[in-house]
């Protein structure tokens, strides 16, 4: 005889299992958006051998795991500190896209936290680096986009699409 707990509720469960996390990107993947990051970073191919080392971690990883573990992770962030040749604090970050299963590759400046006051001999240092910094950062996301990598960007920009493929065609107006 069963019972009412051990009777399954009609309908649609009521305790879903947890979602999965975002998948993380295959290796190939991976090795092209540091690829393209570190050429643009450094275009004169010498890297600091800090950088050198956190890139051939993962660029040696054998398996996604192993991969996955040359990144720190930050809540539900992954990141890998590669800078860049003026500044060493840039990362490369895979962030969850909103409402999706996918990583997203993006190009982290890492310098809004930094803060001179408007008179001072560093403000315009650093808006300099700010300006140089960004430019970086819009280069190496355009060129992953570019790649087929998912960028937040070309998230955004397919799923505009879908939604305007799945509206149909513009109401007539009435006259």
């Known amino acids: ?9 009609a309908g649609p469960a009521t305790n879903p299992a947890p979602a999965q996390g975002p998948k993380f990107p295959p290796l190939p993947e991976l090795h092209k958006s540091i690829s393209i990051y570190l050429r643009h970073a450094y275009p004169s191919g010498a890297l600091p051998a800090l950088v050198q080392a956190r890139a051939s971690k993962l660029l040696g990883a054998d398996s996604k795991a192993a991969a996955q573990a040359s990144f720190e992770k930050d809540g539900a962030r992954y990141v890998l500190r590669l800078g860049q040749q003026a500044y060493p604090f840039m990362k490369l970050v895979l962030e969850p896209a909103p409402g999706d299963a996918t990583l997203l ?3 982290d400046a890492h310098d809004s936290h930094l803060h001179a006051p408007p008179d001072s001999p560093d403000a315009a240092q650093l808006a ?6 960004q430019t970086l950062v819009e280069a190496i996301e355009q060129e992953w986009a570019c790649a087929g990598l998912p960028t937040f960007r070309s998230f955004l920009r397919d799923r505009i699409a879908a939604r305007r493929r799945d509206a149909g065609p513009p109401c007539a107006s009435e006259d």
């Open 1 to 9: 005889m069963s019972t009412p707990e051990s009777t399954p509720a």
């Open 105 to 107: 590759f993006r190009a």
């Open 128 to 133: 300099h680096l700010r300006t140089i910094n």
